[in-house]
């Protein structure tokens, strides 16, 4: 029998990275995925003479080297900077809302997003500072807590980080509310909240300020091969330092050891069985202990019911035979809102026929290379936070897509003033369907386990040790710690590897 | 820091909040339901008949259509649902060879809900002359998931489609037509059928009993000049003459017959958008007979076979008789993406891979040629 010291099972963002940790603290490595690429949603596509970005907006908390991120220095640290060539995004957001006549362009750089706010809201000024402020220190502490593993002690905490702390159990609406932050402020700095997918009454201010400040403050980046640059970069130095990687093979079970519940193997797709103590599952716990595993602890099984699905996803994808000027693109990256109250958006988002939102990207507007002269790529995104494509028959799938993918046209076109029919060369289209089979996600869920109010990002860092159950079990990717989105799955992958490297020399 | 942020106007009541946050967590946790978790979700289950992947197939029906083509019908192990102009692989063991060939499904869309689907193909290489010749009633199959791009895309396209078949190209545009007829599509399709003589026409029989008021059919013989059909090549003349306004042209046939509608649509001025061709698959190159060695990773396994210089690294792979991935055999589906650790290639045609596979030495055995010895790592199919 094969035998590993850890099986990664998965290669989206966090499994390429815990494998990365694992073989960089000396173990013998696998990692197996069933699709026959790397990255999960970071890949690309290529249509006629378009390769369209298949999920990455862009990338949180890189930043040029002069400005490091934390995306950067671990990107560094696993040895595969140099391998990706990056580009700048140039502006943060332009944020629409018609009905509420709301229409803001805001850039990147804290003290140019803060000026450029006061122009739009004069007096939020003092507000928006002090929101900077609160989520540097919320950033430092966060650092604190990963330094130690989530085991934080808290005279630390009270003591250097006391407005993190104070802050910290509340939801973004309630901490501006009191920084008195004005409410046109707050729509407008409230844009991203569909990056992370719970609305701003439930979401943790944790959460939300870590993302913003990290957005502002080092800019966003883009790999410019797409995100598939960045999974095969990673794929590469795997094999460099030694790791075994097969493409096309499903891990179908987790062996547990008699004894103690632990793992003691992994079984693939074709019936070989794989030996070993320690694995990082990049796939939700659902599936792991929904039908991977024979022997569960109740206790997982409740706490796996308990959590809640995050949106499920669905991009269209469009390659236009014009340039972006020529049809009346003018910016990066749209947030297209209904409404700005976050909760009744949410609400909206729940069914095919109520939602309009969406998170719209022009690549050119970054990379003007990044497609034929003459032509420009788009993608459009919307989240359903409710299973309502489960309620579409195969037979009525393909006219759902084109309802949902119409609206979307229209929505943009009347919102902007761009105008994108009759120039649309090559459509792509990706629903919760697409979703679930690429990467196997229940119901086509790609943000994990909602950030809701009591299951956000600090007590999951918190609940660290406690979360982890299973002996030689942990997980990495969007479901896990760190949250979803690419920089959080990187940075889970960075934990369960590293952690998973302590097991092992625990074990001796 | 400069200020201190209070919420309520004692701090400490803030920190005793966050202190709750972990045992809020914890009890909530410890109060999900102990039922079993559900091991399939509806997306995930409607995302199975979509892309129901490899499946076993049985023959149930074989039919003579010309001289030189059959359909065959098959039973699937699965029900599943396409856009009608897809194609699946097809595939089975050939004198020890894994093979496998992609056609496109005849059939409608439907039938494949009822786990029927209907291939159409013309005897003219090694999989297809072996299926002519031997596949009966009662066979088992491989057959891959629905492939493709070669539909009818009503976002974008314009509500009347030209459909340019030559030969057995017809087998997509027969499946496009039974869709627009069942109402499983909406659009008014023109189909322009090249053959060489009047009984070299597949479905005409079948083509006839559809044409309506949204589908009509323009036979073209080549070698025959008969009342009631179009004589020649499908050209800007013959189009001009049966559609006009908005249309997408659709093409399926042989090279020769692309190349020749290539130069009669430049008269057109058709922009790209308007214009698709489905891919055909790649064949032998003209070039010296070589051999070469690969020595292929696949799992945990290595080999080491020969390759003929004249033949893609997949045929190679494949009379190896090694289990790998294969489905469009023209380099644009990526389902044999390969990594290269060393040697050189040749593509055929243009390089469809995406800018990092380049970068990385990725590249798909199906449209490529051995310009030397290789080594190879394949996924297992």
């Known amino acids: 029998m094969k035998q590993y010291d850890a099986v990664v099972i998965g290669a989206g963002n966090g499994g390429l990275v815990a494998a990365i940790r694992l073989l960089q603290g000396g173990a013998r490595t696998l990692l197996v995925e069933k699709h026959n690429l790397p990255g999960g949603f970071a890949t690309s596509f290529r249509r006629g003479r378009f390769e369209f970005e298949a999920s990455l907006h862009e990338l949180n908390d890189f930043g040029p080297a002069d400005n490091a991120g934390d995306v950067r220095d671990l990107f560094d640290a696993l040895g595969v900077t140099d391998k990706i060539d990056w580009l700048q995004i140039p502006e943060a957001y332009r944020v629409l809302s018609r009905a509420e006549k709301l229409d803001a362009t805001m850039p990147f750089g804290v003290q140019a997003f803060i000026d450029k706010m006061e122009q739009y809201v004069p007096g939020s000024r003092p507000s928006m500072t002090k929101f900077f402020d609160l989520a540097e220190e919320v950033r430092l502490a966060q650092a604190y807590s990963s330094a130690v593993n989530g085991n934080t002690d808290s005279k630390v905490m009270v003591g250097k980080y006391g407005n993190f702390v104070r802050a910290g159990s509340y939801s973004v609406n309630e901490v501006l509310a009191a920084l008195k932050m004005p409410k046109k402020a707050r729509d407008i700095l409230n844009a991203y909240w569909c990056y992370l997918g719970a609305h701003c009454d439930d979401l943790s201010f944790v959460h939300y300020a870590s993302m913003v400040n990290r957005y502002i403050k080092r800019g966003a980046s883009m790999p410019k091969m797409r995100s598939h640059e960045i999974s095969l970069a990673l794929t590469e130095r795997i094999r460099e330092l030694g790791g075994d990687v097969l493409f096309n093979t499903e891990a179908v079970k987790i062996l547990t050891d008699e004894r103690d519940g632990g793992v003691a193997g992994v079984v693939l797709d074709d019936g070989t069985q794989i030996a070993t103590r320690h694995v990082v599952a990049n796939c939700a716990p659902h599936l792991v202990f929904g039908k991977m595993m024979d022997r569960v602890p109740e206790s997982e099984i409740r706490a796996t019911n308990a959590r809640k699905f995050s949106g499920r996803g669905f991009t269209m994808f469009l390659g236009l035979d014009a340039d972006a000027d020529e049809l009346g693109v003018q910016n990066h990256n749209y947030f297209l809102y209904d409404t700005m109250d976050t909760a009744a958006q949410y609400d909206r988002m729940r069914t095919i026929r109520d939602n309009s939102v969406q998170a719209t990207v022009c690549l050119n507007r970054a990379y003007p290379e990044c497609s034929p002269k003459g032509t420009c790529m788009m993608y459009f995104t919307t989240l359903y936070m409710s299973d309502d494509w489960g309620n579409v028959t195969a037979e009525d799938y393909f006219k759902t897509k084109d309802y949902v993918a119409n609206k979307m046209i229209d929505r943009f076109e009347q919102d902007t003033g761009a105008r994108l029919r009759g120039h649309i060369e090559e459509i792509s289209v990706a629903t919760p369907m697409t979703y679930a089979r690429y990467c196997g996600h229940p119901e086509g869920v790609i943000y994990g386990y909602e950030s809701q109010y009591w299951d956000g990002l600090m007590p999951r860092l918190q609940m660290m040790a406690e979360d982890h159950k299973v002996r030689g079990l942990r997980f990495a990717g969007g479901y896990a710690m760190r949250l979803s989105g690419y920089s959080s799955a990187y940075f889970s992958g960075d934990i369960s590897g590293r952690q998973t490297v302590g097991d092992i020399k625990k074990e001796g | 820091m400069a200020f201190t942020f209070k919420k309520q106007i004692f701090g400490f009541l803030d920190l005793l909040r966050f202190k709750k946050m ?360």
């Open chain 2, 22 to 381: 972990v045992p809020r967590r914890r009890a909530k946790l410890a109060e999900g339901s102990p039922a079993p978790l559900p091991s399939t979700y509806r997306v995930n289950e409607t995302a199975g008949v979509l892309h129901p992947g490899f499946q076993s197939a049985k023959l149930i029906a074989v039919v003579q259509n010309t001289a030189d083509t059959k359909t065959y019908t098959f039973e699937t192990e699965r029900p599943f649902y396409f856009r009608a102009g897809q194609y699946v692989t097809l595939g089975c063991k050939v004198e020890g060879s894994a093979v496998s060939r992609p056609y496109a499904i005849s059939s409608a869309p439907k039938a494949a809900l009822s786990k029927r689907v209907s291939l159409t193909v013309k005897k003219c290489g090694f999989f297809s002359g072996y299926l002519f010749d031997n596949a009966k009633e009662g066979d088992l199959f491989t057959l891959g998931d629905p492939s493709g791009d070669f539909c009818y895309e009503p976002v974008k396209d314009a509500r009347h489609v030209a459909a340019l078949a030559g030969g057995s190209g017809i087998t997509p545009f027969y499946s496009m037509a039974q869709a627009v007829a069942d109402g499983t599509e909406d659009h008014a399709l023109t189909i322009f059928y090249g053959a060489r003589t009047e009984r070299d026409l597949i479905f005409r029989k079948e083509l006839d009993a559809l044409v309506s008021d949204k589908i009509k059919v323009v036979y073209v013989l080549s070698d025959e000049q008969k009342e009631g059909f179009e004589h020649g090549f499908i050209g800007a003349d013959l189009l001009q003459k049966y559609v006009s306004g908005e249309y997408t042209v659709m093409m399926c046939g042989p090279a020769a017959m692309y190349a020749f509608a290539d130069k009669e649509l430049a008269k057109l001025g058709l922009p790209l958008r308007r214009v698709k061709k489905e891919a055909n698959c790649t064949g032998v190159r003209d070039v010296a007979a070589a051999t070469h060695t690969l020595t292929v990773h696949i799992g945990f396994d290595t080999y080491t076979v020969p390759a003929d210089a004249r033949e893609t690294v997949l045929t190679a792979l494949e009379r190896a008789g090694l289990n790998v991935p294969a489905k469009c055999r023209a380099g644009g589906c990526g389902f044999c993406h390969s990594k290269l650790v060393s040697g050189r290639f040749t593509i055929a045609g243009a390089d469809k891979r995406r800018l990092a596979d380049a970068k990385f030495g990725y590249f798909h055995p199906c449209c490529s040629y051995p310009d030397s010895d290789l080594e190879l790592i394949v996924p297992k199919a």
